[in-house]
């Protein structure tokens, strides 16, 4: 279960409040994402980053913010225009570029244990 | 973009049965095709993956079929085990692009002893 890890792992918090969820890898990947899961709903991409300084928006960015100051680190500051908050929050780092030394696809996500986050 | 359609959404099988769980993409770039197992409570882990250049991949009891022309691929766990229940989801992306995967819906496997 080493790599990646997420904090908490279940977190409450009143409507209105911003609130950040963090994310660490010391896998050395230059790539992070974060998802979001509801049940039926897959894997949803909020916000992913492939280097240091630079994120992109996925496709239900609005309500969310991300940082990547360093590589090991990627925060989402869960704030208060998103609409619908309480879901579980997944994190994954992949290598993305290069060979992989572990001989393993440089496209595989490896992902967080995740935090479930309950706005009420 | 791509879009990744996934079925079926729940899945019920006997111990022992085989389990085939199905995909579709629309972008034909898409070259990487993982597929991840997420248990009750616990992280999504890669299972298996296929690359468009190849048509089957097998690992044990499970294995990956890819049609490139129809744009589908497919999972088959053979003689399942109630530990293989889990949530599957499948995954298209093109490596040496983007890199970022399109996940499908998910499928609960149920696998009754």
């Known amino acids: 279960d080493g790599g990646i890890t997420q904090s908490p792992k279940y977190l409450f918090r009143k409507e209105g409040q911003n609130v950040t969820l963090s994310c660490e890898q010391n896998l050395n990947h230059d790539a992070m994402y974060w998802y979001r899961q509801d049940p039926g709903q897959g894997l949803r991409l909020i916000y992913y980053?492939?280097?240091?300084?630079?994120?992109q928006k996925g496709d239900i960015a609005e309500g969310y913010s991300v940082s990547r100051e360093k590589k090991e680190s990627f925060p989402l500051t869960v704030t208060s225009a998103q609409k619908n908050p309480t879901a579980f929050y997944l994190c994954?780092?992949?290598?993305?570029?290069?060979?992989?030394?572990?001989?393993?696809?440089?496209?595989?996500?490896?992902f967080g244990p995740g935090t479930r986050l309950t706005v009420t | 973009g791509e879009n990744v359609e996934q079925h079926p959404s729940t899945l019920s099988v006997q111990e022992g049965d085989s389990a085939v769980i199905k995909c579709t993409y629309s972008d034909s770039a898409s070259n990487y095709f993982p597929w991840y197992k997420q248990e009750l409570g616990k992280r999504p882990q890669l299972i298996i993956d296929?690359?468009?250049?190849?048509g089957e991949k097998k690992d044990q009891r499970i294995a990956v079929t890819l049609n490139k022309t129809a744009k589908h691929f497919s999972l088959h766990i053979t003689e399942t085990q109630p530990e293989d229940s889990a949530v599957y989801f499948c995954a298209a992306s093109i490596g040496g692009g983007s890199y970022i995967p399109t996940f499908g819906r998910g499928t609960s496997l149920i696998v009754h002893p």
């Open positions: 980053s492939q280097i240091v300084n630079d994120f």
């Open positions: 994954a780092s992949s290598e993305n570029r290069g060979g992989s030394a572990s001989g393993r696809a440089v496209e595989e996500q490896y």
């Open positions: 296929i690359r468009s250049n190849v």
